[in-house]
Every structure is written in C-alpha cells, then in structure tokens.
C-alpha cells in the first residue's frame, strides 16, 4: 500500500520531523545540483528551439514543483534530454503556444494517470522500446549539435534527419576553426575534469573557461547572445497559451507522447533513486507531482519537465535525502537567474554544443543496444524498429509503434506457451519414460474410460490461444460421451477464451457429450458462472481433481451403457 499512497514525500518527512542537522545536507546538496543544473537547462532549451532562459524557467518551476509533491525524497526535477527531439518538433510545427497546450494536456494527463493508480503500469513499457527511442534521441541530438560544433553557417537546419544532414553537406565549407576548437576543450574538461574532483560540474567549469577566452581574445564564433539578443534576469509572468478545440485535437497525439516520456523518465529515476538510498518511492503520488509540474511549467513560460536521473544521483552523492534538497536547487537557480542572467549570453553556442554532446553519448546507453542484440530475433526487431523510427520519422509514431509491435510479439509469445491438447493412450505410451509422468496426480496413471477424452489446458488462455484451443477441439472424430476438461495450469481466462469454452459447451450439447471441468481455479470458475454459462454445467460435473473427474465420468458412462 506504501507505494500506492496519494501523499508526497514531503508530507512524510514533516511527519518525521525535520531538524537543522538534516537541513546542512540538503543545503549543500541543493546548491551543487543547482550549479550542475544551470548549464544543462539552457542547453536543452536551446536544443529543443526555445530560449535559453525558458530552460531555466523550467528547472525552477518545474523542480520546485516536483521536489515539493514528489513520491520520491530525492527527485530532481527539470527539462531533460529526452523531451528535446519532441519539444523541437512542436515548436517547429505549431509555435511556442502549441508546446504550451501540448504540455498543459500532458499535465491533466499525468495527474490522472496518477489518480487512476497507473504509476506502477507505466513502468512496463518493454526495455527494447525504451532503449530503441533512447538510443534514437540520442543519435538526433548529436546530430543536431554539428552546426554549432563546426561554426556552420547559412540558412535554417532543417527538422527532419536526412534534410538535416544534407544541409550540413551543403555547409560544410563555412566551417568555423574556433567553434571546432572551443567544442573539443569543452569535451576533453568534461571528460577529465571528474579525476581532478567531482564536487563541481565540468560542464560548469568548461562554460567558464570558454567563455572567458570569447570574451578575452574576441574568438569569431557565435554566444546566446549573438543568436538570441541576451539572458534577461526578470521572471517570466503567468500565462496561458491561446487554446482552442482545433489544436487540441492536433496535439493529442504529441501530448500523450509528452506524458508517457515524463512518466516513464520520472519514475525510473525514482526507481534508480531508490537503488542508492534504500527507500521506496510512491509512483503514483510521483505522477501527480510531474502532472502539476508540467502545467505550472508552460504558464509560467517554461517547457516539459520530468525527474533528471543523473541529476537526482548528484544530489544523492552529494548529501541529499529530503524534497527539500529539491526545493533548494530550484530557488538557487533563481538567485542565478536574477544576479546572473545576463551573463549567460556571453556563452559561447559551441561550448553549449559540447555538453548536449556529451549528454547524447551517455544517454544512447550504446551498450545496451548492443546487448539487446544477443536477445531473440523479435526483441531485436522491436528495438530496431524504435529505433529507426525515432531517427526517420516521429518520435510519437516510434513510441506508438514499437508498444503495439512489443505487444503483439507478447501475445505470440503467451499463445507459444499456452499448450492445449488431447491425452490419448498413444500420448501416454510415448511419455511414459517422461519425468513429467511421475507427477502422482499425472493421467498417465489413471485409468481413462472408453468414450472418455482428457483435454487438457496448460498456461493462459486468452484470445492468442484461442485459436489453437478450436483447432485442436476439432480434431477429434468420434464424439466422446464424456469430454474432461483439466484446467489444473489456467491461471487466468479473458473473455475470448471464455467464448471459446462456450462454444465447446454448445457443441458438447447438441453432441450429447457431457463436459466435466477438473481441476480448475476458483476465480476462473467465478468468471464462468459470470459469464452465465453454468447452464451448460451440472454440478457435480465440476470436480477439484483429476480423480474425482475420472470418477464421474465413470458414472456418466456407465448409465449410458
């Protein structure tokens, strides 16, 4: 019941009793993860084709917001590498004000997939999805950084993959030297700077460096302020996007994708949370918190939000263990933002490319794609599907495509293991050697009577088995007198397996063959009678076990005779 709990963490840990010597680590925590923050939410705004400082608007609502009413003690939330491809694409598409919608609905979505208790479905996407879209965001960001690494010039990039890349052909000549040199210093600190310490960010000390060489030796390579006229250091007002039913309808479809990515990153970071503190988060109080996030987020000017996962760590590393660690990262980007924000269009776009960079290689996990690839041929069909998908065509259509193809291979799968089948005497005689007829309550032990068929039933049946379960119903030839049917490993029936069983009955009816059920669960046979189809049962024709089946059927018989 813990993890099913409709209350935050924060709640939690009043309750407690929260004191100043749990507060010191929070506090310094949250100052650090705040200082990692800052260069990653202005870069995944600028990737996503927004302003920089909507990154920063994000991190501060949104983090603020998803610290104070999370599931988890140590969720860090903020604008992430994973909404980039999706993000960019809306507002390439619809503007600014359709993200805002987009992500308004995205909201309402989560909050009620939270109130419905689905926190702990959503978490079953299958891993070749996940590693398959991962894997193609990732590639779509590094490729989206070459202009800026290179100093390219001339022209808008296009959104699409294959146009992108033959604009950057087509620019390859306006190629910028000190771009090429201000991204590779940016890569080889990030790089190296966690052997000198891992207390400051490289990524922070490798903005610094660079943008104080720009600023001194007046290096001709392009600065956020350059591109975008400058960081303002005020707050943006609270505003809602112009709505109307046209674009809602038109954005549903990107919304959903919205709530699922929040969903999902969210709550495997509380999940990866959870590995390094010992705690359990509650996931479904987790998506309520990333609904309310990401409604306040695009009011007050910002974008998608979700938990960061290599954030979160920083914080746990760094002595994190309340939502108040959360809360302080927020408010110290804040005072950045106030005290700080112009500086920030100083920074140059190539050192920022660096970093998103260095954010695509950890975030493809190459690794476990690799691996995905030792797994049966239908797990690596699903990856790569996603996979290309992501890269070629939509993220949303990826996401979509690869759950409905993963669950279609399940389904194949589940109606593999479903077995169903006639015992017959020539069955018995070929597994009588078997260890699978040791079993005490085994058929091939008992004595089976003439005008008597076992079939028997072994795994789920539902609607992928069905099919199977006819087929073979149907291929015996001489009408049985009595037709057992053992159901001993049926853990679960849907409602096609419950149409299939009644099909048996009617034409076990109109042949006068009479059924015995054996061995079946009470909760199977509660959706029988549910299902109204004890009319064509008599009681005792359901017997506990094979014997008690066999018994009957005797009885049946022998009035026959």
């Known amino acids: 019941m813990g993890r099913n709990k ?5 709640i939690t840990v009043l309750e407690e009793g929260y004191s100043i010597k749990k507060f010191i680590p929070d506090l310094i925590a949250g100052i650090i993860v705040g200082v990692v923050a800052l260069p990653l939410a202005i870069a995944f705004a600028i990737a996503s084709g927004v302003k920089p400082e909507q990154g920063l608007y994000t991190a501060i609502v949104g983090g603020f917001i998803i610290s104070s009413l999370s599931g988890s003690r140590v969720q860090i939330g903020g604008p992430t590498g994973a909404f980039i491809v999706i993000v960019y694409g809306i507002v390439q ?11 308004l609905m995205a909201g309402v979505l989560l909050i009620v997939m939270g109130v419905a208790r689905f926190g702990d479905v959503i978490k ?3 891993y070749p999805v996940t590693v398959g879209f991962t894997a193609g965001i990732a590639l779509i960001i590094f ?15 296009p959104v699409e993959f294959l146009e992108k890349m033959k604009h950057y052909g087509e620019h390859l000549h306006t190629f910028n030297l000190y ?19 891992l207390r400051i960010p490289g990524s922070l000390i490798a903005i610094f460096l660079t943008t104080v060489m720009v600023k001194i030796f007046h290096f001709p390579v392009e600065t956020i302020g350059s591109r975008f006229g400058g960081v303002p250091n005020t707050f943006s007002l609270p505003h809602l996007p112009h709505i109307n039913v046209e674009l809602i309808t038109q954005l549903s479809s990107p919304a959903l994708t919205i709530a699922m990515l929040a969903g999902i990153e969210s709550l495997l970071s509380a999940v990866v949370a959870d590995g390094m503190t010992g705690d359990r988060h509650r996931s479904n109080m987790e998506l309520i918190a990333q609904g309310v996030a990401n409604i306040a987020s695009p009011i007050m000017g910002g974008i998608p939000v979700t938990g960061a996962i290599a954030r979160t760590a920083i914080n746990i590393k760094n002595g994190g263990q309340t939502p108040f660690a959360g809360m302080i990262h927020a408010v110290m980007l804040l005072l950045i933002l106030f ?12 050192a920022l490319a660096g970093i998103l960079i260095s954010v695509a290689y950890n975030m493809s996990e190459w690794y ?3 691996k995905i690839f030792k797994s049966p041929m239908g797990d690596i069909m699903v990856l790569l599907t996603t996979f290309l998908l992501t890269v070629f065509v939509d993220l949303t259509v990826a996401i979509k495509f690869g759950v409905v193809l993963a669950a279609l291979l399940f389904m194949r799968r589940m109606s593999e293991v479903t077995q169903v089948g006639y015992i ?5 005689d070929q597994e009588k050697d078997t260890d699978d007829i040791v079993d005490q309550n085994g058929i091939a032990q008992k004595d089976v009577p003439q005008g008597v068929e076992v079939f028997e039933i072994n795994g789920p049946f539902f609607f992928g088995a069905t099919d199977k379960f006819k087929d073979t119903i149907h291929e015996l030839e001489k009408k049985p007198k009595v037709l057992i049917l053992w159901m001993r490993h049926v853990p679960t029936i849907d409602a096609s397996g419950l149409s299939a069983l009644e099909n048996v009955f009617q034409r076990c009816r109109k042949d006068g063959t009479k059924i015995i059920l054996s061995d079946i669960q009470s909760r199977l046979l509660e959706k029988i009678k549910k299902a109204d189809m004890f009319r064509y049962l008599e009681e005792q024709n359901i017997q506990p076990t094979i014997d008690q089946a066999l018994a009957r059927a005797r009885e049946v018989v022998g009035k026959r005779k």
């Open 339 to 350: 005290f700080f924000g112009p500086l920030a269009s100083l920074i140059p776009m190539a």
């Open 179 to 197: 771009a090429i040199g201000i991204s590779l210093l940016t890569l080889f600190i990030i790089i190296y700077w966690p052997r000198i310490t």
């Open 368 to 370: 476990l794609f690799v």
């Open 424 to 428: 017959t005497d020539s069955f018995l």
């Open 124 to 126: 079953y996407i299958p």
């Open 143 to 157: 490729f989206a950084q070459i202009r800026d690494v290179l100093g390219l010039t001339g022209g808008t990039v």
């Open 6 to 10: 409709l209350k935050p963490k924060l």
């Open 93 to 103: 598409k619809y503007g600014y004000d359709g993200l805002a919608t987009a992500t």
